[in-house]
């Protein structure tokens, strides 16, 4: 089963919040079987479900356990929405 995951990250600090972003964006693409796509409101993950879940998810702990202080806000589809999203 394949998911499609758009992720906006808000870190709730003063300082290099988009360093912290960046950084999250980045930790994403070095996973293998994940297709990442940024712009510039929000990143999409496409892939496995069961990959992508895990993945965001230790990833969003991560940044939580780094910053105390960010929100998150997530869709979840299923269904890779990929090509779907390219022909629009």
Known sequence: ??????????????E????????FIKRL???DGLNV???????????????????VM???KHVHQTLNAAVFVCKFIGG???QVEAES
């Open 16 to 23: 290099k919040f988009k360093t912290e972003i960046w950084a």
């Open 37 to 55: 796509v940024t712009n510039g409101m929000s990143t999409q993950v496409f892939g496995d479900y069961d990959l992508a879940t895990s993945h």
């Open 80 to 82: 890779d929405r990929s």
């Open 1 to 14: 089963m394949k998911v499609s995951i758009e992720i906006s990250l808000y870190p709730l600090a003063e």
């Open 58 to 60: 230790a990833e969003i």
């Open 29 to 31: 693409r070095h996973i």
